[in-house]
């Protein structure tokens, strides 16, 4: 009797234990080293920066399938990308400093905001009321900035001297704002006033080794990371409880993206140059 206890005990940890990886989700060397974004439309498809060559945005079906989607004018070079309405893309260009909105319908592109004192809009996160939230890093200084991004007001600083800031993102709820620091390896939460301030920073997790890029939130609040040079993403409770691990092929994971329904997640790979994908489902 004892016995089969700890036989089913010995079960428990070891599927607990178990390692998850990842598997291809396209092509190898697709796309350029400067490969981030990612962001899911309603239907499925995903869109990826830099297809074939830096400064366009790649289209990747539900199958894995490929093709550009349209090359950005003025030298801009993307990086991050969120979707606000359904047809409405908004994207991070670090070279010309800009928060473009691309209609993906008609694929008409308008500068929603610039700002010259930006060291590189990178990353951004859209809260469940439109707010858009933007990370800014100093690579060279290791340092970077925070801001609000509307129409109305574009750019606007909400904090400076930070660490090198990275990956972004809101909850679900809208209710708090993630900011990762790369280079010092910190994760910091904010509250999210009504008025669309952010208040009481805290820390929510830090790692000793390796760094940090892109991060997202789940449909339950599970907070995804990517640990660039690791070659690992990892998952955080929303109390702030790390619960997994899932090992890449590639090292360089740059972002990550899920699909609509939050069972799987794409991963964007720098030293690959293409999106591995694995199921959220698993734990």
């Not at 991050?80 to 694929?107: P, S």
């Not at 006033?193 to 080794?209: G, H, P, S, V």
């Not at 702030?240 to 790979?269: H, M, R, W």
Request: proline share 3%; net charge neutral; with cysteine.
């Amino acid at each position: 009797m004892y016995a089969s206890k700890y036989f089913i005990l010995f079960l428990i940890l070891m599927s607990c234990s178990k390692r998850i990886t990842s598997k291809d989700f396209t092509k190898e060397g697709e796309f350029t080293d400067g490969i981030e974004g990612p962001a899911t439309d309603t239907e499925g498809n995903i869109y990826v920066v830099n297809y074939k060559k830096q400064g366009t945005i790649g289209k990747v079906t539900k199958s894995g399938s490929t093709s550009l989607f349209l090359e950005l004018p003025n030298g801009s070079i993307a990086n991050g990308i969120r979707f606000m309405q359904e047809d409405e893309m908004y994207v991070a260009d670090y070279t010309n400093h800009n928060i473009l909105k691309i209609n993906t319908k008609n694929k008409e592109i308008k500068v929603v905001a610039n700002q010259p004192l930006a060291n590189q809009p990178n990353d951004l996160a859209i809260s469940p009321n439109g707010t858009i939230y933007a990370s800014d890093p100093n690579w060279q200084e290791q340092n970077g900035n925070l801001w609000r991004v509307t129409e109305e007001k574009g750019f606007e600083l909400l904090e400076s001297d930070m660490g090198t800031t990275n990956g972004i993102e809101v909850s679900p709820d809208g209710k708090h704002l993630y900011v990762n620091e790369s280079i010092q390896r910190k994760i910091w939460v904010y509250d999210i006033t009504n008025n669309n301030d952010i208040t009481n920073k805290r820390l929510f997790a830090k790692f000793e080794d390796f760094g940090m890029d892109g991060m997202r939130c789940t449909r339950s609040g599970h907070l995804f990371v990517c640990r660039y040079d690791k070659g690992t993403v990892v998952a955080f409770t929303p109390e702030g409880k790390l619960v997994k691990e899932v090992f890449l092929k590639g090292k360089k994971p740059t972002n990550i993206t899920f699909s609509n329904d939050s069972k799987i997640a794409y991963v964007t790979l720098e030293d690959r140059g293409c999106l591995e994908m694995f199921r959220t489902t698993i734990f």
